[in-house]
């Protein structure tokens, strides 16, 4: 939680929330919910971050907003053969001296998404395009199998 939201400007505060993220996002073996931690802020940004999926007849198109984040910024990446990860981090402006927010509504953090690719989809066949803020992921489709042929079988005369 960012206390300069709710009017709590003071250095004390701004050292026990960059506490609280250090503590959050360290890799701490010794915390039971250090799994259940990264679990939940995963699963917040994925809520955050929208997204449509379009099919037509060739490719599924998916089209993510990822507001104020560059190309650079931007991961696209199959897991587990079939998953299909979109990943990426917007960071605070830093501060500059003499000013202050007044209100921060812009979302900052982590942007994720995951989609499971159909059987269909073809892994090697990935193109990622970023403009204005909207990432948009083709991923071709397999051309459907072909019909297989019975087997013929001869008959031998004995």
């Given at each position: 939680m960012d206390f300069r939201i709710m009017g709590f400007d003071s250095p004390l505060f701004h050292t026990l929330h960059h506490m609280m993220d250090l503590h959050e996002d360290?890799?701490?073996?010794?915390?039971?919910?250090?799994a259940s931690r990264t679990y939940v802020r995963d699963a917040k940004?994925?809520?955050?971050?929208?997204?449509?999926?379009?099919?037509?007849?060739?490719?599924?198109?998916?089209?993510?907003?990822?507001?104020?984040?560059?190309?650079?910024?931007?991961?696209?990446?199959?897991?587990?053969?079939?998953?299909?990860?979109?990943?990426?981090?917007?960071?605070?402006?830093?501060?500059?001296?003499?000013?202050?927010?007044?209100?921060?509504?812009?979302?900052?953090?982590?942007?994720?998404?995951?989609?499971?690719?159909?059987?269909?989809?073809?892994?090697d066949g990935i193109t990622a395009v970023c403009k204005d803020g909207v990432l948009t992921v083709t991923v071709e489709k397999l051309p459907p199998p072909e019909p297989k042929k019975p087997k013929t079988i001869e008959v031998e005369i004995c």
């Open positions: 360290g890799d701490n073996k010794n915390n039971p919910n250090a940004a994925m809520a955050a971050t929208p997204a449509d999926i379009k099919e037509d007849s060739k490719s599924y198109v998916f089209v993510v907003d990822m507001p104020g984040l560059k190309p650079g910024d931007i991961k696209v990446q199959v897991e587990e053969e079939n998953v299909l990860l979109i990943s990426g981090e917007r960071m605070r402006e830093e501060e500059k001296e003499g000013a202050k927010y007044i209100r921060m509504e812009r979302r900052v953090g982590k942007l994720m998404r995951k989609f499971v690719l159909p059987e269909n989809a073809n892994r």
